[in-house]
């Protein structure tokens, strides 16, 4: 790795000083009493649009930092830490944002087909009638291991079960190509295995 030039890891830090000179809400944010949300760690209060523009500050200073910082090994690790900052805290966002639909959401169904043309996998989520609102009802993940396994951190509990059982019926799939046989194309898990 080439040292960085000393005024380019001077203005990265000036960059950076924004983020860390307040409180990072590093535990993330919780419900508060009506539609606000506090920070556990400096129990700031502050409503979805305080939280957007938290998340813009975020990205205000990745941004700078893209625009300011040469190729070079210090500047990269800077601005992947300034990246990393920015999917943190859309993380948190849409948490917060996805709190109601959490708590209600459980499927009956889940129907798996994989497309061999499309390299995929394509899910159909199946809910008791009345479907609640808002819920996931397709998902769609190339039929790789690594992309499945993004998506175990979705916010979203009902994305991250079919992650599992994508990686299951992936799993099956492979074992079966393997030893030189033909795998399905299709599963359906019901409720007793989910
Ligand atoms: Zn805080």
Request: hydrophobic share 40%; proline share 5%.
């Amino acid at each position: 790795m080439r040292v960085a030039q000393g005024w380019e890891r001077s203005t990265i830090l000036v960059l950076m000083g924004d983020l860390v000179e307040n409180c990072l809400h590093s535990e993330g944010l919780r419900v508060s009493t009506g539609s606000d949300y506090r920070c556990p760690v400096c129990e700031e209060i502050m409503d979805i649009d305080g939280v957007g523009r938290w998340v813009q500050d975020a990205e205000r200073c990745r941004d700078e930092a893209y625009s300011v910082v040469e190729g070079d090994g210090f500047g990269e690790i800077v601005r992947e830490e300034l990246q990393r900052e920015v999917y943190r805290r859309r993380r948190v966002m849409y948490e917060l944002e996805n709190v109601p639909r959490v708590v209600t959401a459980r499927p009956e169904m889940i129907l798996i087909i994989h497309d061999a043309a499309k390299a995929s996998y394509g899910c159909r989520i199946f809910y008791k009638a009345p479907r609640p609102a808002g819920v996931v009802e397709q998902v769609n993940v190339g039929a790789v291991l690594e992309r499945i396994l993004e998506l175990r951190s979705d916010p979203d509990p009902v994305v991250r079960l079919i992650s599992e059982k994508v990686e299951e019926f992936h799993a099956f799939r492979s074992n079966l190509s393997a030893g030189g046989a033909p795998a399905p194309e299709r599963r359906v898990f019901y409720a007793n295995e989910l």
